[in-house]
């Protein structure tokens, strides 16, 4: 008779179906599709990414902080050092990424965005692998289809930047992959096959030889993903809460196999009996923390790369001060009722104007839910026999949706760190929703086969629902499409904010180069207007780009009540900058958005008039004009 051993930490329904898909696949049975149709489904995918976000490579800048990460790399290409010659708040992920792409393409934003679409489209191959292993290959293509299309149906800004949120998506998504794969020994999956009436092997939980190498690669790309954004090592939170929650579900299931064991054998699915034991909990707690304890040795070596690199540079300093402790004022410089208002106004908006997917989420995600809520005894709607046997099911995937919808959860408390709750934050939840959504099209379909009426009408729903978000954000799409293929630009596009803050740059980069400011000179702004540097060639002509490394007015909504400019960090900066502007003497310093002659900061002022005079603005807009004042004779 075998034996089944329990579990050795915590997580693995998810395998069970991994390994019978596999095995059914090679028989020609299941939901699986034919290969050669799968290659041609992702060219198609491929097709869509494409088609989605080509037309916008025309732009430089689709938002402000592209523009960041595109300086701060062209200063590393010139061998300044991140974090001290050059300043960004956030981890060197994104800057890097730039970097590699502008170390081929010299200067060339489009080079990154087409960088960026392929990018996201091997994010969505991620996707697919993680549905094809622990779902199907068909439910693989549906949510990366998903993904796909809602990576690219939002705001233009914030859809189709290249930012940091897009980027950190693929290593978030390989490290979840790996964490699932590393769970192929442990407790889901014992809890899966005490409840599949199809398990007749009794060593189906003796640990894989590969989980531990899989753990650690779990570590390494959830550091991966931190690099790119800090709430990347959520991923941690979601490794506990699914190991926790794969305990729990064990131990109800192993109890109601007890009750049955002490009336005699429990039946295997090949007829025979097969014996139960059980471990006790403080070595489930040990399997646990061995378990975390692996891709904390992953993380660690990520951690260990980018102090090394940071040391060897001279930027350790530099990155605490503008990277953690930036981050940390940023994080907490939002009122909580203003975090409310932008929780309520922004959030609600997304997901009604992303509601499609969210619909199809919620089918995909009802019933695991529901059945892990009972399964952990919170609910009375099964026995724990029956709970489990249905989360283990090969047809139903119920394990792998568990774990799902609570990376979505995970993921969606990363939205609620930031506090602007902007679009393109919810784009590291996408990759969940893509696979909720992707088995509620599938709950769809079933309910369609069987004639239910509520399937049809939920199946309308969906459709108009997409047809109204493909209406609303791929309107601009098209209109670009027909002007590549026409070579003009047309009246709709001309009044879109981006096309004149484009054709605004362009025009005070010529007229900063007809006042014998060329490429590779100095030039301060003091405003937002970042893409000029970009047209004009010139050099930031001090460490901070941006006035509110200097400021702390990270929100216009709260910067006169933010008291920031009282603060030593905030005094430190600011004399930084005046050091930076008085060694390299830029020839002009524009200003724009906030004049300097207001700015509550008398030092600065002081300099401004001690060194430059005042010539007057410049642009073609007059409501958003940019004060010049060039360098005085003999300075």
């Keep these: 008779m075998g034996s089944i051993r329990p579990m050795k930490s915590a997580t693995d329904q998810v395998s069970v179906a991994a390994d019978e898909r596999s095995a059914s696949g090679n028989n020609g049975q299941g939901s699986q599709v034919a290969g050669r149709f799968v290659l041609f489904a992702m ?16 732009y430089q800048f689709v938002n402000g902080d592209e523009a960041v990460r595109a300086l701060t790399a062209l200063g590393v290409l010139r061998g300044e050092r991140l974090y001290v010659d050059i300043i960004t708040d956030k981890p060197p992920g994104t800057t890097l990424f730039y970097a590699g792409v502008l170390s081929f393409f010299n200067h060339s934003m489009p080079a990154v965005h087409i960088a960026a679409i392929l990018w996201n489209f091997v994010t969505a191959g991620a996707i697919y692998a993680l549905a094809g292993r622990f779902y199907s290959r068909k439910t693989g293509l549906w949510a990366a289809l998903l993904f796909v299309y809602f990576s690219a149906s939002y705001h233009t800004q914030d859809s189709m930047a290249a930012n940091t949120e897009l980027l950190m998506t693929l290593p978030y998504v390989l490290s979840g992959y790996c964490y699932l794969r590393g769970s192929s020994s442990t407790g889901w999956k014992c809890v899966a096959r005490r409840g599949s009436r199809s398990a007749s092997k009794a060593g189906t939980c003796a640990r894989a030889s590969a989980d531990w190498a899989w753990l650690v690669a779990a570590g390494i790309f959830a550091g991966i993903a931190a690099a790119f954004k800090q709430v990347g090592l959520l991923l941690l939170v979601f490794f506990a809460v699914n190991e926790v929650l794969g305990v729990i579900v064990d131990h109800r299931a192993g109890g109601a196999s007890g009750r049955e064991d002490a009336g005699g054998k429990d039946a295997g699915g090949d007829g025979q009996g097969v014996e139960r034991e059980v471990r006790p909990a ?9 378990r975390l304890g692996l891709i904390a040795i992953g993380v660690a070596l990520v951690g260990s790369v980018l102090l090394a690199w940071l040391w060897s540079s001279g930027a350790m300093t530099g990155f605490w001060r503008n990277a953690v402790q930036l981050g940390a004022f940023y994080v907490g410089s939002l009122p909580a009722g203003i975090w409310l208002k932008f929780l309520v106004s922004r959030s609600i908006g997304y997901v009604l104007l992303t509601a499609a997917l969210w619909l199809l989420a919620g089918l995909g995600a009802e019933r695991p839910i529901r059945l892990a809520w009972s399964s952990t005894g919170s609910g009375k709607l099964r026995t724990a026999q029956d709970d489990t046997r249905a989360l283990g099911s090969s047809t139903g ?4 949706d568990v774990s799902m919808a609570l990376w979505c959860l995970v993921s969606l408390a990363g939205v609620f760190t930031s506090g602007r709750f902007y679009g393109h934050y919810f784009i590291p939840v996408l990759p969940a929703l893509a696979l909720l959504g992707a088995r509620g099209i599938g709950r769809l379909s079933r ?17 108009v629902l997409a047809a109204f978000n493909l209406f609303r954000f791929h309107h601009r799409t098209a209109i670009l499409g027909f002007e590549a293929m026409t070579g003009r630009e047309t009246r709709w596009s001309q009044a879109w904010g981006m096309s004149r803050r484009e054709h605004e740059a362009d025009q005070i980069a010529g007229i900063i180069r007809s006042r014998g400011v060329a490429g590779g000179q100095q030039l301060y702004i003091w405003g937002y ?6 047209r004009s060639r010139c050099i930031p002509a001090s460490r901070y780009l941006t006035p509110y ?3 702390g007015g990270f929100y216009p909504e709260v910067a006169a009540t933010s008291g920031a400019s009282a603060g030593s960090f905030w005094q430190e900066a600011r004399a930084q900058l005046i050091e930076d502007l008085g060694r390299t003497r830029p020839h002009l310093i524009l200003n724009v958005d906030e004049p300097i002659e207001t700015l509550p900061y008398p030092e600065l002022i002081d300099f401004v008039h001690q060194n430059y005079r005042l010539e007057g603005p410049i642009g073609p807009d007059p409501s958003h004009q940019f004060i010049v004042y060039a360098i005085k004779d003999g300075n």
């Design 447 to 463: 309910g369609i086969a069987q004639s239910q009426r509520r399937a049809r009408v939920l199946v309308v729903i969906v459709i």
């Design 282 to 290: 403080g070595s489930k707690v040990i399997s646990i923390l061995e």
């Design 549 to 551: 490394y200097v400021t």
């Design 43 to 58: 060219l198609g995918i491929f097709a869509v990414n494409l088609l989605l976000r080509i037309f916008y490579v025309r």
């Design 529 to 534: 207007a970042l893409d000029v540097y970009w």
């Design 397 to 400: 995937g119920g394990a792998a």
